[in-house]
């Protein structure tokens, strides 16, 4: 059976990463699964976690006022889900929804914060890391909102 | 006694057999010659210069099957007089034909090799030719990889033919949209996106691209990072071409003429055009 320190070192996000700091990562991991329509977090509520997406599939969503729920991305197998747990006030900005049954490891982010604010190296390099996340979804929302496919273009 | 070689300026007659609505605003024609005969051959990538007697000539790219010899398949976007004058031909009435024009895909050199295409928007129908191919020669390439942006579900092409490529060996077909309402149960993003869930093996990688220039540019960065070289990618090219042979220069590109250059380049020929604004 694959233990979670193994599945936790596997995933590409961690690459790289240090042996003592992937043992410390999986102290605050845990399994987790959603049903498909269950929501995984909800904007506005605390942002306590993050999570490795193993099998399934995520709508990030946002409400607009008359629009109802609008899905702005979705997630998958490999990806993370959750980044405001690292960036003061660490409350969620959008809702994450299931889409189908999702299995995920969900990490630790009040214990992580801990850890990295007592070991900068390791603050480093989660920051680093969280950092080209956020390039790549910057970049693919900048593609998005120039609508290239609209008749007009 | 020799035949003449068939001007290129003159339309050969069709017939519209078939219209098929894909989406709101995009229908695919089939056209059948008007005498009867076989149509001129193509090779995937290629296009036609279809004239709507009385309105207007259009540049379009030939969507079908290039073994079908019998009809030739067009897949338009009603933007504008002459497409929508296009596209509301009804069976049985008249439309000129000129071509096919221009290069076509790689799929000679691809031979052996994995091929991703990579399409978006309209820019499905160019590279569907290209599909067919691979799948009717499968032992002839490695795996084949389609990846399909769409503004939204609605707007996506070929849905069915799509799911049923995607059942095929070797094969990975993934679509996704731009914007998709909370029924829509597949990919949400751009099609860059989708590249997380494919795995390249760039040495053995053939890319073809087709979509607005954006997207493709988008798209040759992505491919780049995975380690696919300039030479292996391929992209289709759009300009408002006129004549089609390269005489009048509408569809001049830099140091080039799309209608007889292209309209498939090599990245590396054109990736420098491609950074400059307002070629």
Known sequence: METLERIVAEHPFFAGLEEQYLQLLAGCASNVRFEGGKYILREGEEASQFFLI???????????????????????EGDI???????????????????????????????????????????????KRFAHIMERRLETTRFQLLDVYAAHK | MATLPTDPMVPDPYRVGQVWKETSDTFTLALEPADGAACSGFSPGQFSMLYVFGVGELPISISGDPEDPGRLIYTVRSVGQATHALVSR???????????????????????????LVAGGLGLAPLRPAIYQVLRHREDYGRLIVLYGGRSPRDLLYRKELAAWARQPDTQVLSTVDYGGLSWRGHVGV????????????????????GPEIM????????????????????????????????????????????????????????SLLEKHEI
């Not at chain 1, 299931?98 to 070991?119: F, H, M, P, S, W």
């Not at chain 2, 096919?100 to 000679?108: E, K, R, T, V």
């Not at chain 2, 099609?191 to 053995?204: E, I, N």
């Not at chain 2, 005489?247 to 309209?263: E, L, M, R, S, V």
């Open chain 2, 90 to 116: 009804k069976p049985g009435e008249m439309v000129g034909v000129r071509g096919p024009f221009g290069g076509c895909w790689p799929l000679a050199e691809a031979r052996g090799k994995d091929v991703v």
């Open chain 1, 81 to 127: 889900l959750g980044w405001s747990w690292l960036i003061p006030p660490y409350h969620w900005r959008l809702d994450a929804r299931a889409v189908d049954l999702t299995r995920a490891i969900a990490l630790d982010g009040k214990c992580l914060r801990t850890k990295c604010e007592q070991n900068h190296d390791l603050g480093y390099e989660l920051l």
């Open chain 1, 54 to 76: 193993r099998h399934g599939k995520v709508a990030l969503e946002i409400a607009a006022p008359h629009r109802g729920r609008l899905t702005v991305e979705t997630l998958g």
């Open chain 2, 191 to 210: 099609v860059t996106s989708l590249f997380r869930y494919v795995r390249l093996q760039p040495a053995r990688t053939v890319a073809m691209l087709c």
């Open chain 2, 216 to 271: 493709m540019r988008f798209v040759t960065r992505e491919l780049e990072s995975c380690g696919v070289q300039a030479p292996d990618i391929y992209l289709s090219m759009e300009r408002n071409m006129k004549c089609a042979v390269g005489f009048c220069g509408h569809c001049q590109y830099g140091p080039y003429f799309i209608c007889k250059d292209g309209p498939v380049f090599p990245y590396s020929k054109v990736r």
